[in-house]
């Protein structure tokens, strides 16, 4: 029988699930992304009907979740590689959290549009 050491409600363990969900949602988001490419092969007026379309005020917010998921993603993915390369630390709760930091700032920059 194993024994747990650590409760699925450490941060590192929440870290791994926003990782992972993160990157399902990111792949689920990819045929919508490669339909919304198909706009501009269809000819102009498809493409200037989905960009119109994009001015909705849901689809903004949406654009927003989409960058926090790509930057969850990638600062999730920066941590496991520091994990791998440097070894388990003591630090893997401040890295889990500034991985968080990272995602919903960088949402809050596009947020806010700052270029």
């Not at 960058?67 to 999730?76: D, E, K």
């Amino acid at each position: 029988m194993r024994i747990d050491t650590r409760p699925r409600s450490h941060p590192t363990y929440v870290a791994f699930l926003v990782h992972r969900i993160s990157g399902l949602l990111l792949a689920l988001f990819l045929p919508l992304h490669f339909w919304a490419l198909s706009r501009a092969i269809q000819g102009e007026a498809a493409l200037e009907n989905f960009l119109r379309w994009t001015d909705n005020g849901l689809v903004k917010a949406s654009e927003t979740l989409l960058v926090i998921l790509l930057a969850a993603h990638l600062a999730g993915g920066l941590r496991v590689l520091a994990l791998e390369f440097l070894g388990w630390r003591a630090s893997q709760k401040t890295m889990a959290a500034a991985s968080a930091g990272i995602a919903f700032a960088a949402g809050l920059l596009f947020l806010l549009n700052v270029s």
